[in-house]
């Protein structure tokens, strides 16, 4: 099974975001984009890479059936699944049922982790049963993952 490898990209000059099909082109040798943006009445452009963070599609579709990549801002919810507050495997404290993560999608320890700040998160290991939700991404709005008083 071969995961389809796509990007989106932030244009920091400008604050917008590119899709992947305003994407035509990406050298790494000369660290060059061609890109469809209307820039001055014109669409087509190569710029300089360092003016973009590049963000790479995770193979993962939301409930919506939405692309995930990373930078964006998501809830995974784990309906079934038990967790434990307080424990370690022999004396638990405050078992419960279900939980969810809300995070940035990051590529972390080898895998794509949902990143809740303060040293928080887990694995994005998105299985049946289970929902993931995009809210926006860090780029447009990084105050969805401040956290209130």
């Known amino acids: 099974m071969t995961r389809e490898i796509k990007f989106k990209a932030f244009y920091k000059p400008l604050n917008i975001m590119l899709q992947p099909g305003q994407i035509e082109s990406i050298n790494f040798e000369t660290k060059v984009l061609g890109v469809y943006l209307d820039i001055d009445g014109k ?39 038990d967790f434990v507050i307080q424990g370690n495997g022999y004396m638990d404290n405050g078992v419960h049922k279900g939980f969810s993560l809300k995070g940035e999608v990051k590529f972390l320890y080898s895998c794509w ?33 401040e956290v209130s008083p």
């Open 43 to 81: 669409g087509f452009h190569k710029l300089r890479m360092s003016d973009f963070e590049m963000l790479p599609y995770t193979g993962l579709k939301d409930r919506e059936g939405k692309d995930v990549y990373e930078g964006d801002i998501v809830t995974l919810t784990v309906p079934d699944q």
């Open 113 to 145: 982790f949902i990143d809740e700040g303060g040293g928080k998160g887990g694995p994005l290991n998105f299985e049946d049963g289970q929902t993931l939700e995009i809210h926006s991404n860090i780029y447009e709005n990084p105050d969805l993952l």
